[in-house]
Structure formats: structure tokens, C-alpha cells
């Protein structure tokens, strides 16, 4: 039997070609759409770090603004919901009429409060909040213009504290600093003033900031130091050798690329040598290769955290010791000052290296903040 011709067969040949002219209609498609998702993805990312903006600015210009008294210019003071919040309205309670440990955070260059709150996602949630959910803890936020000296900022917190423990004296209890890169450098700053503060003054003296009602030091218990360039930063030692080298060479190209290096903010430039007092910036040889720097040793009875990140499996290496985490090399975050074999007993100090982390996820890593918490829950 003779079998006719079906014309309404399915045609193999000719579903292969519809279904490659389809692939091939869809692909332009997503080529074409696809300027349209970046454009809107590079959005959605500007609008989530737009709370950026005016901290980075600082970081880069912020000794001019504040010079000027210009409005952008960031004053030190704590942060809730995005906001300045003064000191007496911070509303401590005391847990069931006793004091509580307070935790104070501090950013480090051109970053701001939020860092120690949130992420990239809604449900990165980091080391501040976890430690207000987990621990009966207060957990306070400091923004501070990183573009002034370190030893300003270091003054500015001292008072800031001072007046902390003054309007909350039944609130605070125990008191633990958390710096993260400048920010460690802030804190030791400020110790470093809190304590000479205490030396001069006379004890017993009515409104005497020593007294123990209202000097913050002899609350403070830990110190936390995240990637902190306790001796200085390799890029801006590098910055400021550039700068010199074309100076030197004193032709007008050079020269003008060196007056722009040197724009950068004082607490840019203070990051070379780690500078954490006034004399050391106020000093006439402050821009020598090799300058005068003031030891600022550890407070006895404070227990100090250096935590140190690393880009490499392994810390023992002179790739380590140089570039870290890529911002901060390792020598520069364990510090000299924290590993003096001869330092008096009193003095307590903990290093420990976090391998395969940079200088940006030792804020959201979960072994840092273990470590954290242990340490805080003590």
C-alpha cells in the first residue's frame, strides 16, 4: 500500500532551525537588555551606599571642610537611625538597677557607623547588632571626620566618653572599645590623652575628670584593634615618597602632580607613621623620611585584641608581614609597641591572625566575630 505524502507531519529540519532562530532572537534579546540591568544594578548599588558619600568625602578633604566650617564637614558624636544623636539623649537604661557593659564602635578611613551594622544583602546583619541580640549589652556607634589628625580625633573621643560615663554613671558599666583600622588608631589615641589627663590632675578635686564617677578609664576593660596600622600604612608611606621624589625633581609637571598627592586629608597623612599625639604633626621635621614619633604604649590592666587579617593561607611570610590584607600589612597590625618582650606584666595582649580575609571582611567575618562575642561575654 502506497503510504501519501502528510504535509502536516512535524518537519525535523525545519523545528531545528525555528528553535535556533528562537536561541538566537532571546540571546539578542539579553544583549540588548543587558546595559539596561547593569545601568539599573550600578543604581541599586549606588542608592545602597550613598551613606558613603559624605564619610568618604571627609576621609579625603575633611580638615579643609572643618577649616571652613563647612556644613559637610562630619562632627564626632554617637549614631542611631542614620542620626547624631547627643550624648544626654542617648537613654542607657541600667539592667534591673545595675550597670551594663558598653561596647563602642569606631570605623576606620572614609567608612561611617553603618559598617558595623549591615552588609551587602538585608541579611548580613554584623558584629554590632548580633552582639545587642546575643549579650546584655549596650552597643553604641561613633562617626568621626577621618579627614582631621588622629591625635584630634583621640582628643575629641577622650571627651566624648568623659561625657558619657558623666550623664549615664549608673548605665555604664564595664566599657570595651572596637576600632576598626584609623579607628583603633582613635582609640589609642585617645587613651593615650584620657591618661595623661589623669596623671596631671590632682585626685579628690571637685569635677575632677580622674575622679571615678567620671573618667572613663578606669571602666575600660578590652580594646579591640580589627587591621589596625599600629606602624603605619605601606600605601601611604608610599604616597608620601611619590610625592617627595617628584618635589625633588622640581620641574613644573612634577611638582604640580606633587601639590595634588599632597591635597590629602592630615588623617590620610597621619596614617604613615601611625602619628597619635600633636607634637609628632606639629613637629618641623613631621615630613622627614624617617620622623620623630612618640611611643604610646598599652594601658596597664586593659586587655588589648590585635586582630590581624591576611590575604594568604599562611601569616609567616615577608608577602604577610608587608601586605596583610591588603590595606594594612601584617607587621604594621601586630605592631611593635604590642610585642615588646620586655613589657611589664601588667600589660595583656592578645594577636591573632585571621588567614584568607582582607581588610574589608575581617568586619563581617564569622570567626572574627566569634571571638568578639567570647571575648565580650566574658
Not at 35 to 50: F, S
Not at 149 to 161: D, M, T
Request: net charge neutral; hydrophobic share 40%; aromatic share 8%.
Amino acid at each position: 500500500m502506497t503510504t501519501e505524502p502528510n504535509d502536516s507531519a512535524p518537519q525535523p529540519d525545519a523545528d531545528k532551525l525555528a528553535s535556533r532562530w528562537q536561541r538566537a532572537a532571546a540571546a539578542v534579546g539579553r544583549a540588548a537588555l543587558a546595559p539596561l540591568e547593569g545601568v539599573g544594578m550600578l543604581y541599586r548599588t549606588g542608592q545602597q551606599n550613598m551613606h558613603f558619600t559624605l564619610p568618604v568625602l571627609n576621609g579625603a578633604f575633611g580638615d579643609q571642610l572643618a577649616a571652613r566650617h563647612d556644613r559637610r564637614a562630619i562632627r564626632m558624636n554617637f549614631r542611631r537611625y542614620e542620626s547624631d544623636v547627643p550624648v544626654e539623649q542617648l537613654r542607657l537604661p541600667s539592667a534591673q538597677g545595675r550597670p551594663r557593659k558598653t561596647v563602642v564602635f569606631l570605623h576606620g578611613l572614609m567608612g561611617d557607623e553603618i559598617i558595623w551594622q549591615t552588609g551587602e544583602g538585608p541579611e548580613d546583619v554584623r558584629f554590632g547588632p548580633r552582639l545587642q541580640r546575643e549579650l546584655d549589652v549596650h552597643c553604641l556607634y561613633v562617626r568621626y571626620n577621618s579627614g582631621l589628625h588622629i591625635s584630634e580625633n583621640g582628643r575629641l573621643l577622650h571627651k566624648l566618653l568623659t561625657d558619657l560615663v558623666r550623664t549615664f554613671p549608673a548605665a555604664v558599666g564595664e566599657l570595651v572599645l572596637v576600632g576598626h583600622s584609623m579607628g583603633g588608631l582613635v582609640i589609642r589615641s585617645a587613651g593615650y590623652y584620657a591618661s595623661q589627663e589623669a596623671a596631671a590632675a590632682t585626685p579628690g578635686t571637685a569635677g575632677n575628670p580622674s575622679s571615678p564617677n567620671e573618667s572613663w578609664l578606669p571602666r575600660l576593660r578590652d580594646v579591640f584593634l580589627l587591621g589596625v596600622p599600629n606602624d603605619g600604612s605601606f600605601l601611604e608611606q608610599n604616597s608620601h615618597l611619590t610625592s617627595l621624589i617628584l618635589r625633588k625633581i622640581n620641574l613644573w609637571p612634577t611638582r604640580a602632580i606633587s601639590g595634588l598627592i599632597d591635597k590629602r586629608s592630615n588623617g590620610i597623612k597621619d596614617l604613615r607613621f601611625a602619628r597619635l599625639v600633636d607634637e609628632d604633626w606639629q613637629n618641623e621635621h613631621a615630613d622627614d623620611l624617617f620622623p620623630p614619633r612618640t611611643v604610646v604604649p598599652p594601658l596597664p590592666g586593659v586587655r588589648y585584641h590585635v586582630l590581624v587579617g591576611s590575604m594568604l593561607k599562611t601569616a609567616g611570610s615577608a608577602l604577610h608581614d608587608y601586605f596583610g590584607d591588603g590595606l594594612v600589612g601584617g607587621g604594621s597590625a601586630r605592631g611593635r609597641i604590642f610585642q615588646d618582650p620586655a613589657a611589664p606584666p601588667d600589660l595583656l595582649i592578645s594577636t591573632h591572625v585571621f588567614s584568607k580575609l582582607h581588610h574589608g571582611t575581617l568586619l563581617s567575618s564569622p570567626e572574627v566575630y566569634q571571638y568578639l562575642r567570647e571575648r565580650v561575654a566574658e
